[in-house]
């Protein structure tokens, strides 16, 4: 199966299938529709049926609109506001009394006008399973009732295209949220419909797309989970008889009198010219005419009815889109999943999209760089930058030069050229890489990237094959892989002589909030074991990092742990206005021979500030004491900072609190997210030329201005780690985790980083935590294996199929050992000159990943607004581009998104409502500024799960089954009250228990005999001798183990206070700040593509 492949069709929802008999309904064909009993089916954002009763035969149930009622706000810790006490729609999943609830005045139903369809279509047909030859095709193609005609068998000479469905109208209107507008009365899109499978020949096969399914007005709706399929029937998700895994069976040929259509919609647009070779339909589908359905509502009021007598008037119920018949990340990563996780991704082709992030597979390195190093946007790149400017795909690369491999994967190799060094071309100084083509029997090469001829030093000479290919490529990681690394010659170091190994220094808050809290008592007892641990090169027996400590409060305290010292010295500087370090000797020291000075002075730390009256604090003096303590060493180093309070101390870089709510949604918006001082940058650019890396932990019980404070972090690649209200019983775990992976992971210092492209395309834009002097250079003080550098590239010439594109991105660093290191990143792209190919090759997942970093940039410069505005225009432009260009005709009623980029409107409604861009009332300005800075230097990986959280059913699998189970949709609608879930995003882990969960299984786990005496903000889970607990808690390990940061559990129970700040995470629903919900969100996006394309 093709990783490519559309979703399976979902049956016509509304229309009475062998499955669902009981609505009479004449066909159009004039034959009766079976009949029987009728089969009651759940409201959206209603219970799934099967957790909740469902109402008699006979007794319609009113879908809840998706108006979020009033938050009632309760204070949670530290003055936060913590969720009410209901979700988005007011039924919870299983009511805890018999009273259904009402829904609360001030949210609106949904607006009448039915939405547009989602439409569809399959460049080459696929069925769900293995190919079939042409003759199945054929076969099953004419045996499908489209529109009441028999499709003809697809024309030898053309690819046909699968019938594309419509997917679901519902309004287009976005109750209460304020930003989107809605369909005009009496002007909204047809419901379209496929056409049948044949098509005529086209010059160029339009890539795959989704294919979904209209609801006919006021029909029955779909349930969410059924038993087996009968024949006849095809459903969008597997069945629950089926597990996730199994792919479903190819569509089926439907029965004479079922019938394939959606309702009528009104005639074509005017300006839409008839087709030559298609009869032109009054809805601007393909088929006979069809009139509508007797006793159904029309799609809207004023609709035509074509060709037959309407049925008895009917009031018109509110409609829905239904949630499983549009794109669903969960189909599409476990898709991935079963058809390209077993077999390894192997960087030989050029141009090839590799597995989802969610897809657990192995890399081998056959000349191109593995997507853990670089991630494109697109893996085929349009030719001219006209045809780029049409599509508006960004083109970009997120580019993770040291990310960390599993232990399968080897290492890059590390090539020394000795004293000459790495080969290079004489004209761009590309270095030496696989591409590169040796002409002459190999005196010289000519460089890919610029053409240019150069000589071949005689100690690199090589004859070559009868292909023309080095004979000892494959004996040289350079000629042969992808990624590599070249030892540095002295040529490549600063100030002409090799660096000296690195060093850590420790500058620990010593004021009030401090010592209090119980931070500085366990952070020296901390410290005494981690020394041990720092980061060292291969089989090193100890690392050649050496150590200082200082402590602060208004002012500093300097440590001499010299060796040969008894006790340690103290030094206070208290002129922070004029900075100097008052010892050189004895400052920094190796580990293990100062051991016994270091326990004597982290044992005496927390008592000397034991009974400190001191709550003023300095900030930038720090940070300037250690890179002159640093600068004084000669070496690159790192400082950890652990800082508790805004600095409103009399020294440079005093800050005062400017915290203002009410510049939210105006233009003044952006100033909360840009530094207080200039005095910041310039401390971050010094600290850069030195190569000082600073990590900053706070630990802020109210506004610290994370805006500011992060700014040398941010410059200087470093890392910031917040626990507000720090307490050390609830946070130490998740602290000294963060601790611990910090100093011991390896880290880059004083790196350059320049990302070279072959003619045609340049680099232009670049996103991360770095310092850039000038428009080529990323200058990171550290780089670590967590962080990424976006680079964005645009065409300055034409590039040419045969050709492609090439991408080579040079590292130049220091490791933690003081060895001067070049690691050298090679990627191959393909190129186009048909747009079907660029949207046949893209990757939504990086694209979303660009676009976040991009806004995230935006919002220090621009009104949120005309970010969010920016980026909904953007997307409309990409699906629109698409739809005018590559996709096969078909009514303009119906959404057609391309295969790749199905998720990329469900996606992009995640970053719209994240909290940077549509903030809630509990959500902090120093939060906004501190996922702000976050998000920037994320990989592909965290900003997927960041954006769309993963929901864990923990009780469907069979307790002896101890893989991860499989995910559910991010909606409240998916949540049953008799099980519990896990939800995390890499950031936040929560435990939701239902209120209807089996007495045994609360035992298990929590130690307790009933849900009313689980704690309620738990975050540890007892430690139970039983299988579910276990599975449980090991489960909850996995994940922590697969993040950079530590995940703090939360448990919620059902309609606990905490429940609302679960709710936000649940990102298809519609959010309390007024965010939309996916179906929402999709029906906006339709309606812009169509604006734009009249």
């Known amino acids: 199966m093709n990783v490519n492949q559309s979703a399976p069709p979902v049956p016509p929802f509304g229309q009475p299938q062998p499955v669902y008999p009981g609505y009479h309904q004449s066909s159009y064909g004039g034959q009766p529709g079976s009949t029987a009993a009728p089969t009651p089916y759940g409201a959206y954002n209603g219970p799934v049926p099967g ?74 047909l696929q069925p769900y399973g293995p190919p079939p030859t042409s003759a199945q095709v054929t076969a099953q193609l004419a045996g499908m009732q489209i529109s009441g005609a028999v499709a003809p068998a697809p024309p030898a000479s053309g690819l046909g295209y699968g019938s594309p469905t419509s997917l679901a ?13 809605s369909y005009p009365q009496g002007q909204a899109p047809p419901l379209g419909q496929g056409h049948p499978g044949a098509q005529p020949p086209q010059r160029s096969v339009p890539p795959q797309a989704s294919s979904f ?39 089926q040929a439907l029965p004479p009198g079922a019938q394939m259509t959606g309702p009528p919609g009104p005639p074509p647009p005017m300006h839409s010219s008839q087709q030559p070779g298609y009869q032109l339909q009054q809805n601007g589908s393909f088929g006979p005419a069809r009139g509508p359905q007797s006793n159904y509502g029309s799609p809207y009021p004023g609709a035509a009815t074509f060709g037959s007598q309407p049925g008895p008037p009917q009031p018109l119920p509110p409609k829905r889109l239904d949630p499983d018949a549009i794109p669903s990340p969960i189909q599409v990563i476990e898709d991935d999943r079963n058809n390209r996780g077993s077999e390894p991704f192997v960087t030989g082709v050029r141009g090839q999209v590799p597995p989802l992030v969610t897809t657990n597979f192995l890399v081998k390195d056959q000349g191109n760089a593995s997507p853990r190093y670089i991630r494109c946007t697109s893996y085929n790149i349009p030719c001219t930058s006209d045809m780029a400017k049409q599509a508006q795909v960004p083109l970009a690369a997120v580019i993770k030069p040291l990310a960390r491999l599993p232990p399968e994967e080897a290492s890059p190799y ?23 083509q040796f002409v002459e029997g190999g005196r010289r090469f000519q460089c890919c990237f610029c053409s240019c001829i150069n000589d071949v030093p005689p100690q690199y000479f090589q004859h070559l094959d009868h292909t023309g290919k080095r004979v000892d490529a494959y004996d040289r990681p350079e000629l042969s892989l992808g990624s590599y690394e070249f030892l540095a010659t002295v040529d490549y170091c600063k100030n002409n002589k090799f660096p000296i190994p690195p060093a850590f220094i420790f500058m620990i808050d010593v004021s009030y909030n401090a010592v209090r809290s119980g931070l500085v008592r366990l952070l020296c007892e901390e410290l005494k074991s981690l020394l041990d641990f720092l980061p060292r090169e291969g089989g090193a027996e100890e ?12 002012v500093l305290h300097f440590y001499n742990v010299k060796s040969s010292l008894a006790q340690p010295q103290m030094m206070v500087v208290s002129d922070v206005g004029d900075m100097f370090v008052p010892l050189l000797d004895g400052f920094l020291v190796n580990v293990s021979e100062s051991r016994a000075v270091i326990t004597s002075l982290l044992d005496q730390i927390p008592e000397m500030f034991a009974d400190t009256r001191e709550t003023e604090t300095v900030f930038a003096p720090v940070i300037q004491a250690g890179m002159e303590a640093l600068k004084a060493a000669e070496c690159a180093g790192k400082l950890f900072l652990f800082h508790t309070s805004l600095p409103i101390a009399e020294a440079p870089g005093k800050l005062k609190n400017r915290d203002d709510r009410k510049l939210i949604n105006t233009d003044k918006e952006k100033t909360l997210f840009q530094p207080q001082s200039g005095a910041y940058q310039t401390l971050a650019k010094e600290c850069v030329a030195q190569g000082c890396c600073v990590d900053l932990f706070l630990f802020p019980n109210q506004y610290v201005d994370v805006a500011t404070l992060s700014v040398v972090p941010q410059l200087t690649g470093g890392s910031v780690y917040k626990y507000a209200c720090f307490q050390v019983e609830n946070d130490q775990e998740r602290f000294l985790s963060d601790l611990r992976r910090d100093v011991q992971k390896v880290v880059g210092f004083d790196a350059v980083m320049r990302v070279r492209t072959s003619t045609g395309i340049r680099a232009v834009d670049f996103f991360g935590a770095f310092y850039m002097s000038n428009t080529t250079d990323v200058e990171l003080a550290g780089l670590d294996g967590d962080k990424t550098v976006t680079v964005e590239f645009k065409h300055d010439d034409r590039l040419n199929e045969e050709n492609g594109a090439l991408l080579q991105c040079a590292l130049l660093y220091t490791s933690c050992a003081g060895q001067r290191r070049l690691r050298i990143h090679n990627l191959a792209l393909n190129c186009c000159t048909q747009l079907a190919d660029l949207y046949r090759n893209c990757e939504t997942d990086t694209l979303i990943n660009y676009m976040a970093k991009f806004a995230y940039r935006g919002v220090l410069s621009s009104p949120v607004k005309t970010v969010r505005d920016t980026l909904i225009t953007q997307c409309a432009q990409i699906l629109a581009c698409y739809r005018k260009n590559c996709a096969s005709p078909s009514s303009a009623g119906q959404l057609i998104l391309p295969e790749c980029m199905k998720l990329l409107p469900v996606y992009l409604n995640c970053v719209l409502k994240s909290e940077v861009l549509q903030p809630g009332a509990e959500v902090t300005t120093d939060d906004r500024a501190y996922v702000r800075q976050l998000v920037t230097s994320m990989d592909v990986a965290e900003t997927n799960v960041f954006f769309y959280p993963r929901l864990l059913p923990l009780t469907k699998s069979p307790i002896e089954n101890t893989t991860e189970p499989p995910a559910v949709r991010a909606s409240e609608e998916r949540l049953s009250n008799g099980d519990i879930y896990l939800l995390e995003n890499g950031l936040n882990l929560f435990l939701w228990v239902g209120a209807s969960v089996q007495q045994g299984v609360v035992q298990s786990l929590f130690g307790v005999s009933s849900f009313s005496q689980i704690t309620s903000g738990l975050s540890v889970l007892p430690v139970l001798d039983n299988l579910l607990s276990k599975k449980v ?42 965010g939309a919900s996916y179906v929402d969100f999709l029906c906006h996006m339709h309606k812009e593509i169509r604006q734009l394309l009249s």
């Open 51 to 124: 957790y909740q009763q469902t109402p008699p035969p006979g007794v319609s149930r009113a879908p809840a609109s998706s108006g979020a009622p009033p938050a009632s706000t309760a204070q949670g810790p530290c003055g936060q506001t913590a969720y009410g006490q209901f979700g988005q729609g007011d039924v919870q999943n299983g009511p805890s009394s018999g009273v259904q609830m009402q829904r609360l005045p001030g949210s609106q139903p949904f607006a009448s006008a039915p939405l547009a369809p989602v439409v569809s279509q399959p460049a080459v």
């Open 1033 to 1074: 808690r090991g489960l909850i390990d996995n994940l922590r183990a697969q993040r950079s940061r530590y995940m703090k559990l939360i448990v919620v129970k059902q309609e606990d206070k905490l429940e609302m700040l679960f709710k936000h995470f649940l990102v298809e629903d519609k959010s309390l700040s007024g």
């Open 543 to 554: 690392s050649a990092i050496r150590v200082g400590f200082v402590t602060y409060n208004k």
């Open 414 to 436: 590390v090539v020394d050229h000795g004293e000459s060094g790495p080969l290079r071309c004489n004209r761009c100084k590309a270095y030496m890489c696989p591409f590169m």
């Open 213 to 251: 399914t209209p609801p006919a007005s006021g029909g029955p709706r779909m349930p969410s989970m059924t038993g087996p399929l009968l024949p006849g029937q095809s459903f969008g998700g597997p069945p629950v008889s089926q597990p996730n895994h199994v792919s479903s069976p190819p569509p």
């Open 169 to 181: 109208s519902a309004s287009g209107s976005f109750p209460n949220s304020g930003l989107y507008g």
